[in-house]
C-alpha cells in the first residue's frame, strides 16, 4: 500500500478538523484572523516605521489592523506611504473572507442547533407528569381523557415521545384535540425502542407511562421492544401501561415488561364487549360512560362507617354514588353475596361523577314496598345470532359468546372472508354455521331471513383499510335499519368500527350500539393511567364469569309510572341478588351521547319508569 502524500495528510487533517462541526470552524477562522492581524502588524512595524510610530507602536497597530479587518470599509479614509495603504488593504480583504466565513458559519450552526430544538431533542425536565410512548389514533382518545381528568389540577404535563416530526405532532394534537386548558403538552421525537431516546422523557420522574401499540404491521413486536427498553433504563421506573393487539402475545409482553406493568388485551377486551352488547342493547353506551371521564368514573374508597354492614345494607348508603363492590386483599368482588359484611381494611367500588361527591348519605333512604315488584328471572334459552363480515377477531368473538348463551345456541357467520370457515372446535353451547354472503348488498342480506334472529353483530373486515371498512360497516347499518321498518323485524344490532368520527354518521341509522375499538382501549387506558387497580375492575366487568351489565326490563323490579326513588330501584335489584346502577329511558334510546342510559342517579331524586325502560343492573347471566 503506497504512502499517503503530504497532500492528501493535510486534506485528512482539514476534514478531520471541518467535522468537528460548528466551534471547531469558529476557532479555524478566528486562528486564521488572528495569523493575519499579526502578519500585517509585523510587517507594518517593518515596512512602514513612520505610519507605525503615529499609531503608537505596536498597540495601536494591532488595534489598526484588527479594525480594518472587521470593518473593511476602515480603508477608504487611511492616508499614508503606498506600502501602508498596501498592507492595510490586504487586511481589509482577508477580512472580507473571514468575516463573510464566519457569518455563514454562525448561521448555519444557528439553524442547526433551531432545527434540532424545533425537532424536539431536549430533555424534559418537569416531574410528575405523564409519558406516553409511540403514536396512534388513540393518543387523542387518551390525551382528550386525561386532560378532562386533570382539569382542575395546575401544572399538569403530558409528554409524548414518538419517532414523527415535533410541529407534525404538535399539529395533529391542536386538531383533534383542540384547547387542554392547564394541562401542557410537550412532544420529543424519537424511538420508544431506543434506551437513550427515552433519557430525555426524564422517567425517573414520571408519574406514570403509557406504551401504545401503533399502527401497522406486528404492532406488538414494537411494544414489546419498548417494554424491554423501558426495563434497561436506570433508576425509578414509574408504572407503566401497555395495549396489546394480539392475546398470542401476552406472554412475551409480560415477559418483557415485568409483573409491574398493567398489560391491557385489545382483542380479548373489545371482543368482550361486542359479545356483551349484541346480548344486551346498551351495554356499550353504559361501558363507554364508565371508561371515559366526562360521566360516572369508577373509584375505590375506604370508609370505616360501613364496616360491619352487610353488601346489600351498603348499596343505597351514598347519597350521589353508587356502590357496585368491594375490594378485600387486592381481590376485586363485583356484586358480591349480599350478606357478605364489609371489613375495616375493605375498599367500597362506587360509581361517582366526581370523588368530591362521595358522601354518606344522611340516614338511609327508603324503599317504596308498594313500587317494588317481585318477578323471577326468566332463564334464558338457546339463541340465534348472525355475524356479518369477518375479521381476525372473530374466532375470539365466538368463544366468548359460547361462555354466555344457553346450550343449543346457533351462530350462522354470513361472510365471503376467506378465513371465515374454519377454526371453531371446543365450543361447548354454541353450533356454527358459514353461508357466503356480500354484507352490502341488500338482496343478499333479505336472502339470509333476518327475522329468525335474536341478536347481529356487524364486524368491521380486515380485508379493507379501516376508513372503507367502516363505509362498507355504514352501508350495512343502513340496509339492516331499513329492512327492520319494512318488514317489521326486531333483534339487537352492535357494530364494531375504527374511527370515532364514523359514529356520528351511523346514528342515523339508530345504532346506539357500537363499539370504536381503538376508542375503547383508548379510554381503558387512560384510566388506568390514573388508577392501576381499576385493572381488576374493567377485567372483572368484560369476562363472562362473574356478575356483568345487564339492561332488564323496569317492569321486574318496579311498577310502571308510579312515581319512585331510585332507592326503591336499589332495594329491588338487592332482593334479586343484584346492584342497579342506572336505568335506560326508552324515549331517549336515539339520543345521543347517552341513548337513553343514565348512571348514578341521585337516591332522592323521583322518576317514572315506564314500559320499555330498563333497569341497568350488575348481576349474575
Known sequence: ???????????????????????????????????????????????????????????????????????????????????????????????????????????????????????????????????????????????????????????????????????????????????????????????????????????????????????????????????????????????????IASTTNMGAARLAGGPEVHLVDSDDTASRLIVQSSRQSGTSVVCMDLLNFSGGEIYLRSDANLAGLTYGEALPAYQTATVIGLRRDGRVMLNPAMDTVIDAADEVIVIAQDDSMIHLADGMPQAQEEAIVSVEPERPGPERTLILNWNGRGRHIIRCLDGYVAPGSVLDIASDHPDAATGFEGLVNLTVNVKGCETTDRYALEALGLGVYQHVVVLSDDRHPAGHADTRTLMTLLQLRDMQTSLGERYSIVSEMHDESNRALAEVTR???????????????????????????????????????????????????????????????????????????????????????????????????????SVIVLAEH
Open 1 to 243: 500500500m503506497s504512502r499517503a502524500t503530504v497532500r492528501e495528510r493535510v486534506r485528512y487533517w482539514f476534514d478531520t478538523a471541518m467535522s468537528k462541526g460548528t466551534v471547531a470552524l469558529i476557532g479555524w477562522l478566528g486562528l486564521i484572523s488572528l495569523g493575519l492581524i499579526l502578519l500585517v502588524t509585523l510587517l507594518s512595524l517593518w515596512l512602514t516605521p513612520a505610519e507605525a510610530a503615529e499609531h503608537d507602536g505596536f498597540a495601536g497597530m494591532l488595534w489598526a489592523t484588527l479594525m480594518r479587518t472587521l470593518s473593511p470599509g476602515k480603508v477608504a479614509g487611511d492616508t499614508g506611504s503606498a506600502p501602508f495603504i498596501a498592507l492595510m488593504f490586504a487586511a481589509s480583504l482577508g477580512g472580507i473572507f473571514i468575516v463573510s466565513a464566519l457569518v455563514g458559519v454562525l448561521a448555519n450552526g444557528l439553524m442547526t442547533k433551531f432545527e434540532r430544538l424545533r425537532k424536539g431533542r431536549s430533555r424534559v425536565i418537569e416531574t410528575g407528569h405523564i409519558v406516553i410512548l409511540g403514536w396512534s389514533d388513540q393518543v387523542f382518545t387518551i390525551i382528550t381523557e386525561l386532560v378532562q381528568a386533570h382539569a382542575s389540577e395546575r401544572g399538569s404535563v403530558i409528554a409524548i415521545l414518538a419517532d414523527r416530526d415535533k410541529l407534525a405532532m404538535d399539529d395533529d394534537l391542536r386538531q383533534h384535540v383542540g384547547e387542554t386548558g392547564r394541562t401542557k403538552l410537550v412532544c420529543r421525537t424519537g424511538r420508544p425502542t431506543e434506551p437513550a431516546d427515552l433519557d430525555l422523557m426524564n422517567l425517573g420522574a414520571a408519574r406514570s407511562v403509557v406504551v401504545l401499540s401503533p399502527q401497522g404491521d406486528d404492532p406488538d413486536a414494537h411494544v414489546i421492544k419498548t417494554l424491554l427498553a423501558l426495563a434497561k433504563c436506570e433508576g425509578d421506573r414509574p408504572p407503566v401501561v401497555a395495549a
Open 511 to 613: 345504532a346506539d350500539d357500537i363499539v370504536i375499538s381503538d376508542t375503547v382501549i383508548g379510554l381503558l387506558l387512560a384510566q388506568l393511567t390514573e388508577n392501576q387497580h381499576l385493572a381488576e375492575v374493567f377485567g372483572y366487568l368484560f369476562d363472562s364469569r362473574g356478575s356483568e351489565i345487564y339492561p332488564r326490563p323496569a317492569g321486574d323490579y318496579v311498577r310502571a309510572g308510579v312515581p319512585i326513588t331510585f332507592a326503591s330501584v336499589i332495594e329491588s335489584a338487592r332482593r334479586r341478588g343484584e346492584s342497579a346502577i342506572g336505568y335506560r329511558l326508552v324515549d331517549q334510546v336515539n339520543e345521543a351521547p347517552h341513548f337513553g342510559v343514565v348512571l348514578n342517579p341521585d337516591k332522592s331524586r323521583i322518576l317514572r319508569l315506564g314500559p320499555g325502560d
